[in-house]
């Protein structure tokens, strides 16, 4: 039986097989007229998985091995600009490619408990968001892949590593981009001990969950 790349820091993820075949690559490529964009970025060759709403890409610069976002085929800047059907399909497409990513990089490929995975929307720009499209990082993690503190994965996300816009305009600089500002990581959250953070009543709870539950019957069915 092969041996499976670790993951670990500062490894380059190996090079897989699409979930589509090159035909029906090409097929979904014609169907939409165009090539498939990621924001302003053309991604085409980096796609492995279409559905009739999403697509799924590797990652430029995957924070581990096997960080690849997962995206809806129309360009929504927010999560809340999805359609049911879209928010369906885009939920479809983050499981299959959970399941296809525990294959390759779980310790136990036939056990989906053998590994986790970090899901993540940064939902727009204040949330560190820097390409604007709705895209779902999903990063399989496994004990000790990075450190001690498996925390720093989300400094990581919302620093320059993760800068997700920024290394695709890198790329394309000197293209249709040139004229435009590069995009700038943000989203971190300041530091808070667990110390400084005390239990709330349970009073307290119940005040916060009316308020929810009369500003969602205000809403209405949306």
Known sequence: MPLRPALGIGKSPPCHPPLLS????????????????????????QVF?????????????PLVPGHVLVCPLRPHRRLTDLSAAETADLLG??????????????????DLRSGSFTVAVQDGPEAGQTVPHVHVHVIPRVAGDVGENP???????????GNVGGALWDRDRGGALEDARRPAAGGAMAPIEDADRGARSEEDMRREAELYREALRDMGPV
């Open 22 to 45: 090159r035909a029906a690559m090409a097929f979904a490529t014609k169907a939409q007229g165009h090539g498939i964009r990621f924001g302003p970025f053309e991604v085409t060759s």
């Open 151 to 161: 925390d720093a994965l989300y400094t990581r996300m919302a620093g320059e590593e």
């Open 93 to 110: 497409a983050v499981q299959r490619t959970q399941r296809m990513l525990a294959r390759r990089y779980f310790p136990d490929p036939a």
């Open 49 to 61: 998985l279409t559905t009739p709403h999403s697509f799924a890409l590797v990652n430029l610069k």
